[in-house]
């Protein structure tokens, strides 16, 4: 059986569920709590969670699997409820990390025991073949497809964050961080990119290992139940790096410094209320969370021309004025923002989102690093992404030719496309360049100005009242006919 088969047959156990109630969020989570305790059986590590100073906690014999399958009905309730409250609150580690506040949402005990039976007779075999950490990503992007969950609203669809790593290209030794790091994709790419592309893992002394398990990958996660999840996702990809439960937009950010690579998919949208972030350090306060994010994104990278970043942001950050026009000048001094690429539509479950990866490297000084901006249209001419259509590593192709040019001026593409700083300055610091003119684009500097289009717009309305009249009137011409 395969990883993705056996992801089929946990997501169709949510059918047990419906009449508890229970959301697929709150299954994914459910499921987490169950897998958890299963993996560490399977895997051998039930006893074994100790680890360089008891990194990952241990859990106590009378509440591993074994104890929890061999309970039934009411007893199994009881049970259930008392595994959960004491692995969060007396147990250490990911062990108390991933359990930390948990609470079921299973009413029904024969359920809960349908679950664990479907669990416990699933092909292990198979799953620890593949990799139990793939079964997971497996069953988050599951839930991330499934609309009614809410989770796909800003999903980052898994070729895009493969394209952002191969581009960025983290390599072993370097500190890799993402600031609003949801189940942890971005950084399990990361890790599996610098796996892949290193020819002798094995050659790193036993420090530089410690460093890639435990240092080189980073987040921080804003919601207690995405952390949950990250914390899952990380443990079972062999990742013991820092995921930390906070705001990175509050002075609690203030502690993610000094990263080598970031790579990350904020969340879009203003603060409630309309509040400017509270971020003492920030040049300039504004209410957008992603020019916050931007800013912190930036100010997060070591000042040594090396440090660099992919970050997914809306069309409103390439073209906000205001803070927005200081924010994109200050990340355009400090910083080469050598690419953007413009991302077409259908890629998000909000339809009318339209997004942009923006690729830029920390500069030495503090001035003057932006010279050019290169553009790439993926969106022009090009299909709405979705469930029927999906987005392909054979789109980016011609994007990832373009950037790895050794000579970009030299490429023939007619979506590729530069801008010099003079250009982008006197478009007011503007960003949202790049677009191929065509009839299919709406281009706001093509509307008309209202004040000089007031005298033709009234002169349509007087038209179209005389036509709505005649039409009225020949209606009643034909009714007194009747």
Not at 334 to 362: A, D, E, M, W
């Amino acid at each position: 059986m395969t990883n993705q088969e056996i992801v089929a047959k946990l997501w169709n156990l949510c059918n047990v569920l419906r009449d508890d109630g229970i959301t697929y969020h709150q299954y994914v989570t459910e499921l987490t709590y169950i897998l958890f305790l299963k993996m560490a059986k399977e895997t051998g590590t039930e006893e074994t969670f100790l680890r360089n100073g008891d990194v990952r906690g241990n859990i106590p014999a009378e509440y591993r699997w074994d104890e929890l399958k061999k309970r039934q009905g009411v007893e199994l309730k009881k049970f259930y409820k008392s595994l959960l409250d004491h692995l969060g609150e007396n147990c250490t580690g990911r062990v108390q990390q991933i359990y930390q506040g948990a609470v079921s949402n299973i009413e029904e005990p024969k359920n809960l025991e349908k679950i664990i039976t479907s669990i416990d007779a699933l092909d292990w075999y198979s799953a620890k073949e593949e990799g139990l950490g793939n079964l997971y990503e497996g069953l988050l992007e599951k839930n991330a497809n499934e609309k009614k969950s809410g989770a796909g609203q800003y999903f980052t669809p898994r070729v895009l964050i493969d394209l952002m790593t191969r581009l960025v290209a983290p390599q072993p030794g370097e500190r890799c961080n993402d600031p609003a790091c949801g189940t942890f994709g971005f950084m399990i790419a990361a890790d599996r990119y610098v796996k892949e592309h290193t020819d002798d893992l094995f050659a790193l002394n036993q420090e530089e290992a410690e460093f890639q398990r435990t240092q080189a990958f980073s987040g921080c996660e804003l919601v207690h139940e995405a952390h949950r999840l990250a914390l899952m996702n990380a443990m079972l990809h062999d990742i013991d790096g820092e995921i930390l439960l906070g705001d990175t937009l509050s002075n609690f950010g203030k502690q993610m410094r000094n990263f080598r690579v970031v790579l990350t998919n904020p969340p879009f949208g203003t603060k409630k209320g309309g509040e400017q972030a509270r971020r003492d350090d920030f040049l300039y306060g504004t209410s957008n969370k992603q020019l916050n994010f931007l800013q912190h994104i930036y100010r997060s990278l070591r000042e040594d021309g090396e440090a660099r970043a992919a970050v997914v942001l809306p069309d409103n950050v390439l073209f906000a004025d205001g803070d927005g026009e200081k924010i994109r000048f200050d990340l355009m001094e400090k910083c080469n923002l050598h690419t953007i690429l413009r991302l077409p539509t259908g890629i998000f479950y909000s339809q009318g989102v339209k997004t942009n990866v923006l690729f830029f490297t920390r500069g030495q000084s503090e001035k003057g690093n932006t010279k050019e901006v290169w553009f790439y249209d993926l969106r022009t001419n090009m299909p709405s992404f979705g469930k029927t259509t999906p987005l392909k590593t054979e789109h980016f192709a011609d994007f990832e030719t373009a950037y790895t040019a050794a000579d970009r001026h030299a490429v023939q593409n007619e979506r590729w496309r530069v801008f010099t700083r003079k250009q982008i300055v006197e478009k007011g610091n503007s960003l949202d360049l790049g677009l191929i003119r065509d009839d299919s684009v709406l281009d706001y500097n093509d509307l008309p100005d209202p004040a000089d289009s007031a005298e033709d717009c009234a002169a349509q309305l007087e038209e179209a009242v005389g036509l709505l009249m005649s039409v009225m009137k020949e209606l009643r011409a034909l009714e007194v006919q009747d």
